[in-house]
């Protein structure tokens, strides 16, 4: 299985930023998916998540912000980031969990993207 994130960089505050994250060895359109990010010396949180049937969830500081969005026609997820600021800035990671090729269920990561806010 593998995710795989695009779309990272550096942006000025109050500006937008779109994360695209392509999968493949999953079934994908089982699967739960969503965006997690990291700050420096801070845990990993939820952005926010989709579910196969579309319900979406997200994280209260970003609530308002950003929009998760889903195609299951090509097996990709994207996160629309706006009005971006300064503590937006952290690795961003997609995540995959439900039935793979190989599995039953598998909780999977991609490597991460780089979201930097400017003041």
């Known amino acids: 299985v593998q995710l795989v994130e695009s779309g990272g960089g550096l942006v000025q505050a109050g500006g937008s930023l779109r994360l695209s994250c392509a999968a493949s060895?999953?079934?994908?359109?089982?699967?739960?998916m969503g965006w997690y990010r990291q700050a420096p010396g801070k845990q990993r949180e939820l952005v926010a998540s989709?579910?196969?049937?579309?319900?979406?969830n997200y994280g209260d500081s970003v609530k308002g912000r950003f929009f998760i969005s889903r195609d299951n026609v090509n097996d990709a997820v994207y996160l629309q980031m706006n009005s971006l600021k300064p503590e937006d800035t952290a690795v961003y990671y997609c995540?995959?969990?439900?039935?793979?090729?190989?599995?039953?269920?598998?909780?999977?990561w991609g490597q991460g993207t780089q979201v930097t806010v400017s003041s």
């Open positions: 989709i579910t196969s049937g579309g319900i979406t």
């Open positions: 995540n995959g969990k439900g039935p793979t090729f190989v599995r039953d269920y598998e909780d999977y």
């Open positions: 060895g999953s079934i994908f359109s089982r699967n739960v």
